[in-house]
T-cell receptor, first 113, second 115 residues
């Protein structure tokens, strides 16, 4: 069964505003990753946060991880129209040698100019 | 310069036909994957190869057969196509099976439509 669940399913904001997306998961993880998918394109890796990390930044992106609540959030600050895309969280399992990412259903972010 | 390239980008075919999708990566990664994205954008892993060895084989109909001639290539052959096979198929690659420090690099996808 799928591991990550993003919330909300869809988000519409104005350019310049901040966008926050949440992800919840069910089992123990080694890391959690966020990806962006523009319409009709492949997924692009944005950021990876390990299970022993609580917060990570990359440019206008800020990711938090709360392993006690099994949740993560992705904050995009000062959004731009070009940020319009679907955003997916993906979890890497702890333990086991066959590493695979399990994806959620994504949040569709629309940034209006 | 394309890191993970898939061909074809679009594939329209009739039910019952057999088709193949090809994937190549020039990143030096040793692990490659096939994911299927359905109409609701849900991504599900199908197969994974590490250095030409099959390491992940999810519950997928045996009409789907992956082949990895070398660690830079992973192809997907589908026999007797059905309407339900219509989806976008993504190839991806990464470093190592036990690597937990790197993300995946995805191809741009192959949109398969079975009519």
């Amino acid at each position: 069964s799928q591991q990550g669940e993003e919330d909300p399913q869809a988000l519409s904001i104005q350019e310049g505003e901040n966008a926050t997306m949440n992800c919840s998961y069910k089992t123990s993880i080694n890391n959690l990753q966020w990806y962006r998918q523009n319409s009709g394109r492949g997924l692009v890796h944005l950021i990876l946060i390990r299970s022993n990390e609580r917060e990570k930044h990359s440019g206008r992106l800020r990711v938090t991880l709360d392993t006690s609540k099994k949740s993560s959030s992705l904050l995009i600050t000062a959004s731009r129209a070009a940020d319009t895309a679907s955003y997916f969280c993906a979890t890497g399992p702890s333990g086991g040698s066959n590493y695979k990412l399990t994806f959620g259903k994504g949040t569709l972010l629309t940034v209006n100019p | 310069d394309t890191a993970v390239s898939q061909t074809p980008k679009y594939l329209v075919t009739q039910m019952g036909n057999d088709k193949s999708i090809k994937c190549e990566q020039n990143l030096g990664h040793d692990t490659m994957y096939w994911y299927k994205q359905d109409s609701k954008k849900f991504l599900k892993i199908m197969f994974s190869y590490n250095n030409k060895e099959l390491i992940i084989n999810e519950t997928v109909p045996n009409r789907f057969s992956p082949k990895s001639p070398d660690k830079a290539h992973l192809n997907l052959h589908i026999n007797s196509l059905e309407l339900g096979d219509s989806a976008v198929y993504f190839c991806a690659s990464s470093y190592g099976t036990g690597s937990r420090n790197y993300g995946y690099t995805f191809g741009s996808g192959t949109r398969l439509t079975v009519v």
